[in-house]
């Protein structure tokens, strides 16, 4: 039996989680739902720590994990880092992927309609870059505080995540980083560019400096299908190409180890505090990565499925306020889930 654990998280995690949980459980493909509701914010507040090791050790018994949110204004950045990036780091989840398709016209924000059908994904270096915690803090609370973040590039590291960049390529790739400037990173970049580039012949090549990637966005989103970046870069440019698809609510991300073939899977909004409680918070994030997962899993087809479900359920305007309908988070769901 394929085991996965689910963590909802904070905010507006678990009420998303709840539709994407449904929505498995209605397609009946035996899979045995683990749900760890106890690792949040509130443990972390109440006992200092929100992941335990026997947490970890569940995970890593499981095939996969659907992860809703994790963030709370009241916990220090100690807590997110605790859950989610512990995850990454100590099961090297070094690829983030994630896909940005327009559902629907009305959702784009651009004026030109004959550039506007978004279809491509960005994958992003996921366990080194800023992100990795390196760094200090001199004279911290002083007229004189210095405060280093150091960016850790490795040549395994690069030259994996473009391996992998390739690997999920329908036709083109386009590497991202900002060699001009950023000199030592961006040369090891570069390098291991022209290596991966001559490892796979078959597929278009292009670079951009992040700065002009981000414009090009912008511009023709229709011309991109894989965007490859660092940690920082990749970050930014998947928020952007995921509002050009509709937005923040519809994105769907997968976190994986593409050796072990492990993934932690979560919709790219984060807790969205303001709107928590609510039941307005949009689940299509959700769904689509728990679609994401069933593909990682093997489960291609209920996994297309449940996309063209999430898109009959947009084009026929039953989603909630922030793509411009009325519906809560749980008519949302049972509207795709119908769908199905």
Known sequence: MTTVT??????IGPEVVDQATETLDGLRLGLDLTVLDHVNAETYLRAGTALSDADVAAIRASDATLLGAVGDPRADVGYARGVLL?????????????????????????????????????????TEGLYAGLGGTLRPDTPHETALDV?????????????????????AVCMVDKANVVGNGGRLWQRCWREAAARHPHIAVSHEYVDAAAMKLVADPSAFDVIVANNSYGD?????????AGGLGTSASANVNGDTGFGLFEPVHGTAPDIAGQGVAN?????????????HLGHAEPAARVR?????????????????????????????????
């Open 283 to 295: 689940p299509v994030g959700a769904i689509l990565s728990a679609a994401l997962m069933l593909d």
């Open 151 to 171: 960016e850790i590039n490795t040549y395994h590291g690069v030259s994996r995540i473009l391996d992998y960049a390739f690997a999920r390529a329908r036709r």
């Open 236 to 244: 930014i440019l998947s928020d952007l190409a995921a509002e050009l």
């Open 86 to 126: 512990r995850l990454r780091f100590e099961f090297d989840l070094y690829a983030n992927y994630r896909p940005a398709r327009l559902f629907h016209e009305r959702l784009s924000p651009l004026r030109d309609s004959a550039r506007r059908a978004i279809d491509c994904a960005v994958v992003r270096e996921n």
């Open 308 to 340: 063209a479900a999430v898109d009959t359920a947009v084009d026929r305007g039953w989603v909630t306020p922030d793509l411009g309908g009325e519906l809560s988070t749980k008519d949302a769901g049972a509207a795709i889930r119908a769908q199905l």
């Open 6 to 11: 689910v963590i909802p998280g904070d905010g």
